[in-house]
């Protein structure tokens, strides 16, 4: 009887110290139950040490070309034009109150610099044409707005932007849909998922850090000389390579969710999980799409900003008193909101092709 008393006791013993194991497996389990129920829609193309068919990874899609993507943009908006220049307008007005417009005098300083540079050419000047370009050059990274801003006016213009965003994917969803909203619904209503859409900003800055820590390396190694020798050189640029690839991949899907996740109650990582399946096959012709607006949204800068700046030299070599008006750095200002606003409209219509069409 002792010796089965004893047993029973070390058994008990035994069971109470495996208790705490079985008790973390147990939550493994749950939870890797509850991963498999949350990704069990996941889009799997490629198998890992099987060869992948072209047939068996290309996803097909229905969108229009490029040019009638960017052109239907524009009509899109012009279309609506009752309710995107107000807002455009609302915009740039608190732009200029909370964050600051670029001052004229810093604008007539790189207008000095250029005609400084100038007197260094064999002619001695150059061209109005040339120095409008320049002009635009020095002054299209700000944006028309204040280039000494502080903590406070950061804050404020990341918060302006994505109120754009989100008022602008909330106008567009609802005139799609075959709605009439007014800008005061959009103002109102849009801001719910404000909380979300930051959240997934947090990712998309953790996915670019590759593309950051090249910049720094980039530079260092111009300071240090470390790219003269061709075999530093050629190892640096496929470091380089991977980096860049790594971001732009995971970028080409998440720059998509911060469009899903203004959905109603689509939450952060259901939004990216979600559109990284989306664009699982067509990041390369989203990748494309994006090139190509960024350079509609240069032409748009070139074609509209440079009879503006010549304008400006015009009349204020007419007329002094206008001298210290900022006409160049509050049109920059409106075309920089524009050009926003276009950007998501872009980049919505393009989500909506692709989560409108049914795959067979």
Same mark, same amino acid.
């Given at each position: 009887?002792?010796?089965?008393?004893?047993?029973?006791?070390?058994?008990?013993?035994?069971?109470?110290?495996?208790? &705490?194991?079985?008790?973390? %497996?147990?939550?493994?389990?749950?939870?890797?139950?509850?991963?498999?129920?949350?990704?069990?829609?996941?889009?799997?193309? @490629?198998?890992?040490?099987?060869?992948?068919?072209?047939?068996? /990874?290309?996803?097909?899609?229905?969108? &229009?070309?490029?040019?009638? @993507?960017?052109?239907?943009?524009?009509?899109?908006?012009?279309? @609506?034009?009752?309710?995107?220049?107000?807002?455009?307008?609302?915009? $740039?007005?608190? /732009?200029?109150?909370?964050?600051?417009?670029?001052?004229?005098?810093?604008?007539?300083?790189?207008?000095?610099? !250029?005609?400084?540079?100038?007197?260094?050419?064999?002619?001695?000047? !150059?061209?109005?044409?040339?120095?409008?370009?320049? *002009?635009?050059?020095?002054?299209?990274?700000?944006?028309?707005?204040?280039?000494? +801003?502080?903590?406070?006016?950061?804050?404020?213009?990341?918060?302006?932007?994505?109120?754009?965003?989100?008022?602008?994917?909330? *106008? =567009?969803? @609802?005139? +799609?849909?075959?709605?009439?909203?007014?800008?005061?619904?959009?103002?109102?209503?849009?801001?719910?998922?404000?909380?979300?859409?930051?959240?997934?900003?947090?990712?998309?800055?953790?996915? $670019?850090? &590759?593309? =950051?820590?090249?910049? !720094?390396?980039?530079?260092?190694?111009?300071?240090?000389?470390?790219?003269?020798?061709?075999? /530093?050189?050629?190892?640096?640029?496929?470091?380089?390579?991977?980096?860049?690839?790594?971001?732009?991949?995971?970028?080409?899907?998440?720059?998509?969710?911060?469009?899903?996740?203004?959905?109603?109650?689509?939450?952060? +990582?259901?939004?990216?999980?979600?559109?990284?399946? *989306? +664009?699982?096959?067509?990041?390369?012709?989203?990748?494309?799409?994006?090139?190509? *607006?960024?350079?509609?949204?240069?032409?748009? #800068?070139?074609? !509209?900003?440079? &009879?503006?700046?010549?304008?400006?030299?015009?009349? %204020?070599?007419?007329?002094?008193?206008?001298?210290?008006?900022?006409?160049?750095?509050?049109?920059?200002?409106?075309?920089?909101?524009?050009?926003?606003?276009?950007?998501?409209? #872009?980049? /919505?219509?393009?989500?909506?092709?692709?989560?409108?069409?049914?795959?067979?």
């Amino acid at each position: 009887m002792a010796k089965t008393a004893s047993k029973k006791t070390s058994s008990a013993k035994g069971s109470k110290k495996s208790s &705490p194991f079985k008790a973390v %497996k147990g939550f493994m389990q749950v939870q890797r139950a509850r991963w498999k129920e949350f990704r069990k829609d996941k889009v799997k193309l @490629h198998k890992s040490f099987r060869r992948s068919y072209r047939e068996d /990874y290309i996803r097909k899609t229905q969108t &229009p070309g490029l040019l009638s @993507h960017a052109m239907t943009t524009f009509q899109f908006i012009f279309k @609506h034009w009752r309710t995107f220049i107000p807002f455009i307008l609302l915009m $740039a007005v608190m /732009y200029v109150v909370l964050v600051g417009l670029l001052s004229e005098d810093l604008y007539q300083q790189f207008q000095a610099s !250029i005609d400084e540079s100038s007197s260094e050419l064999a002619s001695g000047q !150059i061209g109005n044409f040339a120095k409008a370009g320049l *002009l635009l050059i020095s002054t299209i990274t700000t944006g028309g707005l204040d280039t000494g +801003m502080g903590e406070s006016q950061l804050i404020f213009m990341v918060l302006l932007f994505l109120i754009m965003w989100l008022v602008t994917i909330y *106008l =567009m969803r @609802h005139f +799609m849909a075959g709605g009439k909203p007014r800008l005061r619904d959009g103002i109102y209503n849009a801001l719910g998922p404000l909380i979300s859409t930051l959240l997934v900003f947090v990712v998309i800055f953790i996915q $670019a850090l &590759p593309l =950051m820590l090249v910049a !720094i390396t980039y530079s260092a190694a111009q300071v240090t000389d470390f790219l003269s020798e061709p075999f /530093y050189a050629l190892v640096y640029f496929l470091f380089a390579a991977v980096m860049i690839i790594i971001s732009v991949y995971l970028l080409s899907s998440s720059i998509l969710a911060l469009v899903a996740v203004t959905a109603p109650g689509v939450y952060p +990582m259901r939004a990216l999980f979600s559109t990284s399946d *989306l +664009m699982a096959g067509r990041r390369t012709k989203f990748i494309i799409r994006v090139i190509y *607006l960024i350079l509609t949204v240069i032409l748009l #800068y070139v074609l !509209i900003m440079t &009879p503006i700046i010549l304008l400006d030299m015009w009349l %204020k070599n007419i007329w002094e008193w206008i001298y210290g008006i900022p006409i160049v750095s509050f049109c920059m200002l409106l075309l920089t909101c524009f050009v926003f606003i276009y950007a998501t409209a #872009y980049l /919505y219509r393009y989500y909506r092709w692709l989560l409108d069409y049914q795959e067979k």
